[in-house]
């Protein structure tokens, strides 16, 4: 039941294109968490990290780029940062514990990335 809700909450992430970032820096891709079926019991099993694919414009070094994946209610629910070298990268943003138990709530995210100086 935990696994369906996390993937419900993915999907409906996946659906929304709201995305805000600073300046320069564009979210290109959400993507859900890799889960798995283990194959004796049937139980899904997911980890707590996804990617976002971000792209930084022109810039000549690397950039620290930090991103918060928000609610409706502005509740953080995953946090990353990475370098990103120019054009694009990845950043991997960890679920927090917290909102890993969501029983069948739908929820629309919102992804804010900026500049960490």
Do not use: W
Not at 3 to 24: C, G, H, K, P, Q
Not at 55 to 82: P, R, T, W
Not at 84 to 92: H, L, M, N, R, V
Request: hydrophobic residues 40%; glycine residues 2%; neutral net charge.
């Amino acid at each position: 039941m935990l696994f369906r809700s996390l993937l419900v909450f993915i999907t409906y992430i996946n659906a929304i294109n709201y995305t805000y970032a600073e300046s320069d820096i564009i979210i290109k891709i959400l993507y859900p968490p890799k889960c798995a079926i283990l194959e004796n019991s049937k139980v899904l099993l997911c980890p707590r990290i996804m990617e976002i694919d971000v792209e930084i414009g022109d810039h000549q070094s690397k950039k620290l780029v930090n991103c918060l994946l928000l609610s409706e209610e502005d509740e953080v629910l995953a946090f990353g940062e990475n370098y990103i070298s120019p054009p694009s990268g990845k950043i991997y943003l960890t679920i927090r514990e917290a909102r890993r138990k969501i029983h069948e709530m739908k929820l629309i995210a919102t992804a804010e990335c900026k500049y960490t100086k």
